[in-house]
């Protein structure tokens, strides 16, 4: 059944509102953090919006991965996945996820969650929170890395180019 969407509107303007801040915050302070904090209600309203059995999954691994984001980047955890697979990037439900450190991985699988979401899904709402986390979850790289933000940035408009063609 749907989910009730008589205040839908207003709740996603103020998530909207509350990841610019976020984004703002974090581009200024060059940490990560602040855009995440920000984004945890938007991925939490993204979990009850969903319905559909792929949508809810992908929702749900997405709030895993912006949980486990935050233990990575406080705790100080690193790990090289590329180095560990020996590969560049990772194919996920058809779309390549560039590799390297665990803390940017992560935010990398969000834009990829988040497009599952946004392709997967017939709701509004859940696509207009789908798009808030993909540009925040490219924000998130960014703050973390800014080199490999434009290489994840790349392979976005590859992607985009081939799925217009």
């Known amino acids: 059944m749907a989910k009730p969407y008589k205040h839908a509107t207003l709740i996603c303007l103020i998530l909207s509102i509350l990841a610019v801040i976020g984004i703002v915050i974090g581009v200024m302070v060059e940490n990560p953090l602040p855009v995440i904090f920000l984004l945890f209600p938007t991925v939490i309203y993204e979990v009850?919006?969903?319905e559909g059995a792929s949508t809810k999954w992908a929702s749900w691994v997405l709030l895993?991965?912006?949980i486990a984001?935050?233990?990575f980047i406080i705790s100080g955890i690193g790990f090289d996945i590329a180095g560990y697979l020996g590969e560049e990037t990772l194919n996920v439900s058809g779309y390549d996820v560039p590799l390297g450190d665990i803390k940017v991985v992560a935010p990398a699988l969000m834009a990829v969650l988040s497009v599952i979401l946004f392709m997967g899904t017939r709701g509004v709402y859940t696509k207009w929170l789908a798009v808030i986390i993909f540009i925040t979850a490219f924000v998130i790289v960014y703050t973390l890395d800014p080199t490999i933000y434009n290489r994840m940035l790349g392979i976005a408009v590859e992607e985009?180019?081939?799925e217009i063609q």
């Open 69 to 71: 984001e935050v233990v």
């Open 48 to 50: 009850y919006r969903t």
């Open 160 to 162: 985009a180019v081939y």
């Open 64 to 66: 895993i991965v912006l």
